[in-house]
């Protein structure tokens, strides 16, 4: 089989330099053409992933925060509570009084579970941060922080309630022990500390960062801290009242 070679009019025509120049060119603007595009394509979707990481981070980061802060406030109820057995150890006379601030000093853990499984079930979602060192940590934190709820938290209000009006007299205050809770408190908060300052050294999140996204999350979700300002001032209020009836169902005696 024969194979004929065409030579292009142009070049038999005594052209031949300039329009193989002309095609060279022709050929490097195509290639620089097909590089810019896939080249500009592969900027555009990596700044993508760059942005979908960092708002996963952040929105985790926020939630771990959020716990810390729950867990803090549950962890200062439980001293608070023993510091208020302590003055009606020392002086009976104010238990009347200060009885009814250990219902309002039972500690609690506010926090929902959405983060944590948009995180943890979604691979994809994984996949994007691609840190497996902060999945680890974050997958431990949840874990603790479902367990002070359950060893904590949840273990004291059960022991409270499960008794027959435990703050009802002075020997039955005096009586529950916080201790333990106490030191439990005290060690998965320390821990929960570690891995959430761990977490956010490793994703290079400031502490600027994270109020900014609070500030930004707490306009879209209403402001928690005038609801609990609210909750906190109707509790004593409730408090107050049961102290007067108390008062008057004495002077009638």
């Not at 979908?52 to 952040?58: A, H, N, S, T």
């Not at 962890?75 to 509570?81: M, T, V, Y």
């Not at 994007?128 to 680890?136: C, I, S």
């Not at 027959?164 to 529950?176: G, H, Q, V």
Request: glycine share 2%; with cysteine; aromatic share 10%.
């Amino acid at each position: 089989m024969k194979i004929k070679l065409h030579t292009p009019k142009r070049l038999k025509n005594g052209s031949g330099l300039s329009s193989l120049k002309q095609f060279l060119l022709s050929l490097f603007a195509t290639t620089v053409s097909i590089a810019l595009t896939f080249g500009t394509a592969a900027i555009i979707d990596n700044h993508k992933k760059q942005k979908e990481k960092r708002e996963i981070v952040m929105m985790v980061m926020y939630d771990m925060y959020n716990s810390l802060e729950s867990i803090k406030e549950a962890d200062a109820k439980i001293r608070q509570s023993m510091e208020i057995q302590l003055q009606m150890a020392e002086d009976s006379t104010l238990f009347d009084k200060m009885r009814f601030q250990l219902l309002s000093h039972i500690p609690s853990i506010d926090y929902t579970e959405t983060t944590e499984r948009i995180f943890s079930s979604n691979i994809e979602t994984i996949n994007t941060v691609g840190n497996v060192l902060f999945t680890e940590n974050v997958a431990e934190f949840y874990q603790k922080r479902q367990l002070y709820k359950t060893l904590v938290s949840d273990s004291i209000f059960n022991e409270i309630y499960r008794k027959d009006s435990p703050f009802l007299t002075l020997k039955s205050s005096l009586d529950f022990e916080y201790n333990g809770y106490a030191y439990l408190s005290i060690d998965f908060l320390l821990d929960l500390q570690t891995l959430f300052t761990q977490c956010r050294q490793m994703m290079k999140v400031t502490d600027e960062e994270i109020e900014a996204y609070r500030k930004e999350r707490e306009q879209m979700e209403g402001d928690k801290t005038a609801r609990q300002t609210t909750r906190d001032s109707l509790w004593q209020e409730v408090g107050r009242l049961q102290e007067q009836i108390d008062l008057n169902k004495s002077k009638r005696k």
